[in-house]
């Protein structure tokens, strides 16, 4: 049994009390936020969990084994850090931390106490990813060309952080799941409509060694709400369409061919194969939950999470990148340790 | 009654002849192509109609007031050239020419010889974007904030054309038709992947005077079709899916408003406001025989086509910057001329 | 302030509780199930509730004001009429009763003892439902004309009930609420594959005076999940699409007209009329809570609910007739009672 | 070669004639309508071909080998009639005939002539329609459960006949074609709004023997287009849905299964499996020309078409009875030649 401290009780602090509810290895002893009122939730819907207003309970009572924090970015680094020095396991939300030297240190804090530390990026953790992650390692897909993710609705504009950090960090979580190594440089654009807060809506281009582009278009401003991404292969291609009720994962056996077409001053040689499409069952797991049960495993266990602290440092490398790109209008920026960039799959 | 010559019956020229066979003020005379077997097919359909394979038998009938060219781009400025110069009036198929240098000799020829030039950018006289038009201009939108247009499918590689030639073209068209006014800047980037041919597909940021931005998503080596742009608005924002059977166009009332809230470490003061959806109806007429009937009376009173020879330059000169820039991996490039980028609507 | 037990912690106990806390002026009280495992599960999610495996205990806890009932169809009779003697107020989940009879008793011990009685027809209290009713109330759609369900999936084959209990209730109870009268006659087909159980799918016809019809597709075994209503007016249509994310209802500015067309032999003088569709914003709040709180808002004023006896009556005397003419492959059976038949709308 | 002759230049005619001109073995030779404005459009888009008001001139034109009619179905019967005593091959537009009796004759005609009878049953010979006719016949969808199609639109409201006979004749044509047997007996419900017309929508129920029942739904005044057809088997599904632009036939891995839940009260012990979905690509070929082809093949072989003179009676046989069974609201009606309801699929 391992018992939780939750910090944070904000949107996505109730899932995480919920989730640690339903798993059987754990149990939630104490929940901490600012705001008293939020606080009374947790009174009237868990009666037994203590609460405080003051973060440092949760460090210093030695019934907790493990903390999870669900606060605004820049909060996490400070937290995660005393978290680690009062010798718990921590589980943080994403992205990990403000900076990448911030993440760095987190690594090096929870390596040498030996304590887990994992970031939720929660999409890695659902029936859909890693049924993606299965076809892209299988090689069915050929060559991977290209990774392309729309990750578009009407959202409440941040404060501390871009939509970069907000969404974007998402669609790099899964790429770096599911892809077999990390971008080697970035290009992004966005703008910032000046309507008191930071960049609302960007497009990221990322270049990889090899034959491999890939492309996120986030946006805070959209009228619709569209989830989708593009795999594309050689031999065939996938379509995430997590907006769908069901059949969220398609694979389109459809790739490039070579034509020996005469009709050569109107067209290329290379044409296209068109084929049967596929949309495999899911599991349909809620995906907080398995990945609680993922940290608990780690925990026990004492292996790396899939999306443990260099996971999450990989992440923000890019973050800053593109943010950087950002703000001089498209300028490429290489990232520089490369050698990290390496995806958990090609570990 | 104009009579019409046609140059080139591959992809789009068929549309053409039967939608000049459609409109009661126009005829066709005649038509060439260098394929006999596409003659043959001419003939078959439209036994009344005289086909050649020497162009220049079109230019030298002094039957034909208008030619209309349906050939790859790399031969446009030529034979648009020769067609003026023998007196014609000249639709020229998109892109109007390979650089914009050869679109700028087109315009003067056609001025020095009051001649009508106009280049075929069908979807400007589509039902679907003159009533995205018309609302733009209404300034029911508020604030023009971004355009954002995706147009992704399995398509043939072109071979004397990228995919920015081949299919944002379409997008530039529409934004310089739509928009009050042109960008400023441009950064694009893309990938060649190698199957013989240019890059296949790209992603293009347009910069703009003031709050406004642009981002266009072209692929050739999508699964999936999709056709979709986004028109956001400080009031009011339009999606435009033209894979729709019906309500292409829909008005989403929603936008951006101000919080007054005390969350403020969490959330901005800024948030969005939504509304009910409008889709309209759309006039159904065939793109091409609107257009078609627009040239005939651009020729009999002599004024300027809503996609004559200035759009035609505005677009060309746009995927110049947008080419050299993908070259360079996102660097940024100024448009120059920018006086010229004024759109039709500013003018 | 309301207190309430509740019996039946299976599939919808469980949203009736966690609705019931949400709802400041309720509060739960007791819980009953015969299972011992999920009283378990109200212990450990809400400490402060007593629990039992003996209804009795409900009966004869003086604590409590009302009585929610969320138990197989076979059983509500029996506990709504305990309830109701023990002086509880009722919400007793749909279908209300087995047969009419039995809804006319639990009407008149209700009566009889002044106490509430409302059927849980959870779909009249979404924003979808009641934006539809607003819609006809308003006459904007000219003469109902027809109201064409499908409500299919696929589903758990239920022992006690036929399909048409099960799903078509839903569709009957939004057409009791929405439509002016009742229907007058009723013609139904389905068949009972031998899957051990029931009728697995159907098919309702119902006659109404006037020019109305109405019809309902419900299914057990459809490989997808369909939940969609058209209500065909003169003037104008809705089409209810419930699982549209957003944008559930649609209006659509189409309807009749007359031709004064020559092509009589082909085509008759009766022709179409296509305009603008339009998608109003729908109060999204859960239908759940709404609902109960209008109960104790009837509760406290004495009026009857919009899902009362009467509506609940009206749902099982067509389910009854409809079960029937499903016996008899189609064959017309009348409703009887049709005084009964006027809706709350036309009372 | 074979040479033809059309009668009917409305609607579908136009469709036929672009066809026959498209397949090399076939050669259109006269078009006879009685409106001399549509003969005016044959000469312009065809001048080669010869054209009357005066169909006889068709039927003693010795160069004429077959008729293809496209009128009134109320002409059929005389005008195919006259073909086969002119010794020429009859293609008729569907429904074959307005009433089984007249079916037969033609049958009988044909037979007595050796010459060949087909029925334009155009979604037969689709590529959607073939592969679920193909999967059907492989056995893999297990026991065939049912066949549930909605085809409903805004339509022009027929004076000649009622929805059934405009729209359901489609639905019957698949059904005939794909199932191993056809109906014995049907039930129907429907309503003439009283525009002027006849039935304008409708609901179809076919019992068959064996545990299969079938179910149209067919309306002329829905705001939207829906073309939907389930085969629900007790192994896999089917969802035909020919208004998605690809992917019109796919293929669930769904079906029943056995439960052996303790939770009994609650649940039957029928449960249903749910797996992956499956989409196989399609002949996108033109249905029609697949068609022509189809009927000169089987005039140069003599064998009997699909979409025979058999099976347009089968068709106009349940047509009759669905008429009937409508006006009386549902009765049930029996088809009496039972043994001529086997359909291709089965003989």
Same mark, same amino acid.
């Not at 705001?35 to 207003?53: D, I, K, N, Q, W």
């Not at 034509?259 to 049967?276: Q, W």
């Not at 499409?277 to 899911?282: G, S």
């Given at each position: 049994?391992?018992?939780?401290?939750?910090?944070?009780?904000?949107?996505?602090?109730?899932?995480?009390?919920?989730?640690?509810?339903?798993?059987?290895?754990?149990?939630?002893?104490?929940?901490?936020?600012?705001?008293?009122?939020?606080?009374?939730?947790?009174?009237?819907?868990?009666?037994?969990?203590?609460?405080?207003?003051?973060?440092?309970?949760l460090f210093d009572n030695p019934?907790?084994?493990?903390?999870?924090?669900?606060?605004?970015?820049?909060?996490?680094?400070?937290?995660?850090?005393?978290?680690?020095?009062?010798?718990?396991?921590?589980?943080?939300?994403?992205?990990?931390?403000?900076?990448?030297?911030?993440?760095?240190?987190?690594?090096?804090?929870?390596?040498r106490r030996n304590l887990t530390?994992?970031?939720?990026?929660?999409?890695?953790?659902?029936?859909?990813?890693?049924?993606?992650?299965?076809?892209?390692?299988?090689?069915?897909?050929?060559?991977?060309?290209?990774?392309?993710?729309?990750?578009?609705?009407?959202?409440?504009?941040?404060?501390?952080?871009?939509?970069?950090?907000?969404?974007?960090?998402?669609?790099?979580?899964?790429?770096?799941?599911?892809?077999?190594?990390?971008?080697?440089?970035?290009?992004?654009?966005?703008?910032?409509?000046?309507?008191?807060?930071?960049?609302?809506?960007?497009?990221?281009?990322?270049?990889?060694? =090899?034959?491999? *582009?890939?492309?996120?278009?986030?946006?805070?401003?959209?009228?619709? %709400?569209? +989830?989708?991404? !593009? $795999?594309?292969?050689?031999?065939?291609?996938?379509?995430?369409?997590?907006?769908?009720?069901?059949?969220?994962?398609?694979?389109?056996?459809?790739?490039?061919?070579?034509n020996s077409g005469t009709d050569?001053?109107?067209?290329?040689?290379?044409?296209?194969?068109?084929?049967?499409?596929?949309?495999?069952?899911?599991?349909?797991?809620?995906?907080?939950?398995?990945?609680?049960?993922?940290?608990?495993?780690?925990?026990?266990?004492?292996?790396?999470?899939?999306?443990?602290?260099?996971? =999450?440092?990989? *992440?923000?490398?890019?973050?800053?990148?593109?943010?950087?790109?950002? %703000?001089? +209008?498209?300028? !490429? $920026?290489?990232?520089?340790?490369?050698?990290?960039?390496?995806?958990?799959?090609?570990?």
């Amino acid at each position: 049994m391992i018992k939780f401290g939750v910090i944070g009780y904000g949107y996505w602090g109730p899932n995480l009390v919920r989730n640690l509810f339903e798993v059987p290895q754990a149990r939630v002893v104490a929940v901490s936020d600012m705001r008293t009122e939020r606080l009374a939730e947790v009174t009237s819907r868990y009666p037994s969990v203590e609460t405080t207003t003051d973060v440092q309970d949760l460090f210093d009572n030695p019934a907790i084994d493990a903390i999870a924090i669900a606060t605004p970015v820049s909060t996490h680094f400070d937290l995660a850090l005393r978290a680690l020095r009062s010798g718990k396991h921590v589980m943080l939300e994403k992205p990990m931390t403000s900076t990448s030297e911030q993440a760095r240190r987190l690594i090096d804090e929870a390596a040498r106490r030996n304590l887990t530390l994992m970031v939720d990026h929660t999409f890695v953790y659902t029936g859909a990813v890693r049924k993606m992650k299965e076809i892209v390692t299988s090689g069915k897909l050929g060559d991977i060309l290209y990774y392309d993710s729309t990750r578009i609705n009407l959202g409440l504009f941040q404060r501390d952080v871009d939509v970069i950090w907000d969404l974007a960090v998402h669609d790099l979580a899964i790429m770096d799941y599911i892809l077999p190594s990390g971008p080697c440089a970035v290009s992004a654009t966005g703008i910032n409509h000046q309507f008191g807060g930071t960049e609302n809506l960007a497009y990221i281009t990322m270049f990889f060694e =090899g034959n491999l *582009i890939a492309h996120l278009n986030v946006n805070w401003l959209s009228p619709v %709400k569209v +989830r989708r991404t !593009l $795999v594309g292969g050689s031999k065939q291609m996938i379509v995430y369409d997590d907006m769908e009720p069901s059949e969220k994962v398609k694979i389109y056996d459809k790739g490039i061919t070579l034509n020996s077409g005469t009709d050569s001053l109107y067209k290329a040689l290379v044409g296209y194969r068109s084929g049967d499409m596929f949309a495999p069952q899911l599991d349909v797991s809620e995906a907080l939950k398995v990945e609680i049960q993922h940290f608990l495993d780690c925990i026990q266990t004492g292996k790396e999470p899939l999306t443990g602290g260099q996971a =999450g440092l990989r *992440i923000v490398e890019i973050l800053e990148c593109a943010s950087r790109s950002m %703000k001089q +209008r498209g300028k !490429l $920026v290489e990232l520089e340790a490369s050698d990290l960039m390496l995806s958990q799959g090609a570990a």
